[in-house]
């Protein structure tokens, strides 16, 4: 018998494998969503999409991200024909409108109340551990933001003001809980928070609640917003994912999503601003665009104005383009090449490098 099936037989752990035989560390499961750009802020490429463990999006009040998390759900119970979605609900603020408006059957949909972070802490807990590999289930918890704890609401009831220590630690202690199980069982699991500013001479958006969703997200975006205007006219916002953090997306990327008061999300946003800056489309007088070919630097006799590219007939043959989704995973993806210089460096000159040199 190896070492390394000694090692195996003696573990405690039933799920402990060779590391080139773990199904941790086999291709995750991704969940393509229709918007193409939406996968490339979750994943740095066109057919990427969500995946399991946890998701955080935060942002400001009205910021488009409940929404953003109904998309990926949609996209989720699509693959699973067999799949659940458990929202667990503290700002009742998600109408069953919007749910119906990204297509989600409601009779999927297991909505529960939460009144404080123990009550959510204590039930997720408990979901997330019966749960099996097997069972197709996505959760969202819409709102950590507003979520109080369970001291600062019986100090109220009980006419105490005093600051309340353990919301921090409560929601750092539900983070440290669930998450294993997330990625263990396959589970994505979506989180919305909301922002505040630092107190710096230039403020940041920072994610509230502590760093316990901070440490434990495999995927994090604040969300800013940009006005949409036809001509004077308001129409609508560009809504801006800045990926904060990310296991698989370059870090600080910035990806526009235009939802407009007529029409709602435009699935091709955000597209037009990468093709140009891969050369896939180019501005060839003002105001008007023409698709492409990057390697030959020949350009179609077809233009088209801003509005008319926002279509499956101008973004079609773009999308399938391997040179254009070999560029996104190139350019946003996040690099996994050697971290070690393959020049052999000799014993010698590692010694003096620690040393300082030789005294002279």
Known sequence: MSLVDKIKKNSTIKETAVLSKSKFFNKKDMIQTAVPAINIALSGSLDGGLTPGLTTIAGPSRHFKTLFSLIMAKAYLDKYADSVLLFYDSEFGTPQAYFSSVGIDLERVVHSPIADVEQLKFDLSQQVNELSHEDKVIIIVDSVGNLASKKEVEDALDGKSTVDMTRAKQLKS????????????????????????????????????????????????????????????????????NVEKSRYVREKSKIPITVKFEGGISRWSGLLDIALESGHVVKPSNGWYSKCDPSTGEIEDKKYRLKDTDSTEFWGSIVSNKTFSGWIKQNYQVSHGSLLDNNEVSEETISEAFSGGEDE
Do not use: C
């Not at 440290?176 to 909301?194: A, E, M, S, Y």
């Not at 502590?210 to 917003?225: F, K, M, N």
């Open 174 to 241: 539900l983070f440290r809980i669930v998450t294993p199980n997330l990625t263990i069982k396959d589970i994505p699991l979506i989180v919305i928070n909301h922002t505040y500013k630092t107190m710096e001479l230039y403020a940041k958006d920072i994610v509230s609640g502590g760093t316990g969703s901070i440490y434990s997200s495999d995927t994090i975006w604040i969300i800013g917003r940009q006005q949409e205007k036809d001509g004077t006219e308001l129409a609508g916002y560009n809504f801006v994912i």
